[in-house]
Nanobody, 124 residues
Framework: QLQASGGGLVQPGGSLRLSCAAS????????IGWFRQAPGKEREGVSC????????YYADSVKGRFTISRDSVKNTGYLQMNNLKPEDTGVYYC???????????????????WGQGTLVTVSS
């Protein structure tokens, strides 16, 4: 089971760090992906980190502002979000898969049970 947390209300330019905690299994075996869904829009891929953390991927809209990481000891993944913009508003979800390959397309097309996610609201 995956649990995303760390969302909240933040002003434009602010920062948040999201966490993705796993229970019942080891995240070490999987790539970790972050996705978001803005109101009235489809879910989209934000970032992905490979199994050992050696490769990371970012959507163009977040490059240079977001950083994905993982901690095998804590069995947790993270998404550090800096310089947040109103268009970053949405519910953020974390998910796992064997590889990051085409995470922003294949993972979304693969039937899966999405967790509750964590709401990020960027507003002044």
């Amino acid at each position: 089971q995956l649990q995303a947390s760390g969302g909240g209300l933040v002003q434009p330019g602010g920062s948040l760090r999201l966490s993705c905690a796993a229970s019942g299994f080891s995240l070490e075996l999987y790539a970790i992906g972050w996705f978001r869904q803005a109101p009235g829009k489809e879910r989209e891929g934000v970032s992905c980190i490979s199994t050992r953390g050696e490769t990371t991927y970012y959507a163009d809209s977040v490059k240079g502002r977001f950083t994905i990481s993982r901690d095998s000891v804590k069995n947790t993944g993270y998404l550090q979000m800096n310089n947040l913009k109103p268009e970053d508003t949405g519910v953020y979800y974390c998910e796992t898969d064997w590889t990051c390959a085409s995470y922003d397309d294949r993972w979304l097309r693969t039937p899966r049970t999405w967790g509750q996610g964590t709401l990020v609201t960027v507003s002044s």
